[in-house]
């Protein structure tokens, strides 16, 4: 299983991007789809994430800008990261995390992208 992200870049403050991930591979469920960030000198950290039922939960920090959605046809196993009104404070690599089961025989077990950088200018 493989996971890519796309949609970062630069981007002056108050702009937008979205983020995409898309995974590949054999997956029989995606149990949870989330999306991290790490800035330098930071610990990675968690951004937001959407369950298997649809929940949602977002970090304090991009509450009210940030949206985690997934394509409403589950079969695409891709989600995204709409983020608005974005501040130099969200400059970071962007992760894309996914709990996932592609064995029957195994428990799910979590998977991550490469990362892309999104870089916020004042």
């Known amino acids: 299983v493989h996971l890519v992200e796309s949609g970062g870049g630069l981007v002056q403050a108050g702009g937008s991007l979205r983020l995409s991930c898309a995974a590949s591979?054999?997956?029989?469920?995606?149990?949870?789809m989330a999306w991290y960030r790490q800035a330098p000198g930071n610990q990675r950290e968690l951004v937001s994430v959407?369950?298997?039922?649809?929940?949602?939960?977002?970090a304090d920090p991009v509450k009210g800008r940030f949206t985690i959605a997934r394509d409403s046809d589950n079969s695409q196993n891709m989600w995204y990261l709409q983020m608005n009104s974005l501040t130099p404070e969200d400059t970071a690599v962007y992760y894309c995390y996914a709990i996932i089961r592609n064995r029957y025989t195994v428990p799910p077990t979590d998977h991550w992208g490469q990362g892309t950088q999104v870089t916020v200018s004042s």
């Open positions: 959407i369950r298997g039922d649809g929940t949602t939960n977002y």
């Open positions: 591979g054999f997956i029989l469920r995606i149990n949870e």
